[in-house]
T-cell receptor, first 114, second 111 residues
Framework: DAGITQSPRHKVTETGTPVTLRCHQT?????MYWYRQDPGHGLRLIHY???????DKGEVSDGYSVSRSKTEDFLLTLESATSSQTSVYFC?????????????FGEGSRLTVL | QKEVEQNSGPLSVPEGAIASLNCTYS??????FFWYRQYSGKSPELIMF????GDKEDGRFTAQLNKASQYVSLLIRDSQPSDSATYLC???????????FGGGTRLMVKP
């Protein structure tokens, strides 16, 4: 199994509070991603990173920010959580720098915003 | 906007039968196609990818691609109850682009 860990695995928070999800990899891979998964929508890309301090937006980036200060860590922050951000969040890394379509996913973080 | 469409299912097949999972995509520039399997409550895992028109076989799995019709499918032969999962189709324009995922098809294999 790819060495990807997400924390926390479960979190319940209230609207308006900040939330940070952490993704840690031990594979030394360049590309890291944050997805959210909601019923009927499949996986949607929030943000991704192609190196330390190099990040870019995905298709559903509004309300989210990311940071990558070390190769192994990719943080996703909800500055002010809303109920629409209740979801399961998956971190992923690319298994190959030549083909970024081969992804390995973390176990997911379930976030509930009340 | 790039779209990847899958029937959400559930697709129910008896054990031992062939399961056929289908996916259509809107972006004619897509070059690479991926099938991920996701068990309930778990994370997705890559099971196959295909780049060229035609069939690609890997054990009980066969991926089929028809770029002219913008259609990709996954066949599972000799379906087993352990194949029961949601199957996600994903497309990529080229190796440097991000994946666009479909909503997934839930497969149920009944003993």
């Amino acid at each position: 199994d790819a060495g990807i860990t997400q924390s926390p695995r479960h979190k319940v928070t209230e609207t308006g509070t900040p939330v940070t999800l952490r993704c840690h990899q031990t594979e030394n891979h360049r590309y890291m991603y944050w997805y959210r998964q909601d019923p009927g929508h499949g996986l949607r890309l929030i943000h991704y990173s192609y190196g330390v301090k190099d990040t870019d937006k995905g298709e559903v980036s509004d309300g989210y920010s990311v940071s990558r200060s070390k190769t192994e860590d990719f943080l996703l922050t909800l500055e002010s959580a809303t109920s629409s951000q209740t979801s399961v969040y998956f971190c992923a890394i690319s298994g190959s720098t030549a083909n970024t379509g081969e992804l390995f996913f973390g176990e997911g973080s379930r976030l509930t915003v009340l | 906007q790039k779209e990847v469409e899958q029937n959400s299912g559930p697709l129910s097949v008896p054990e031992g039968a062939i399961a056929s999972l289908n996916c259509t995509y809107s972006d004619r520039g897509s070059q690479s196609f991926f099938w991920y399997r996701q068990y309930s409550g778990k994370s997705p895992e890559l099971i196959m990818f295909i780049y060229s028109n035609g069939d690609k076989e890997d054990g009980r799995f066969t991926a089929q691609l028809n770029k002219a019709s913008q259609y990709v499918s996954l066949l599972i032969r000799d379906s087993q109850p352990s194949d029961s999962a949601t199957y996600l189709c994903a497309c990529q324009e080229n190796a440097g682009n991000m994946l666009t995922f479909g909503g997934g098809t839930r497969l149920m294999v009944k003993p």
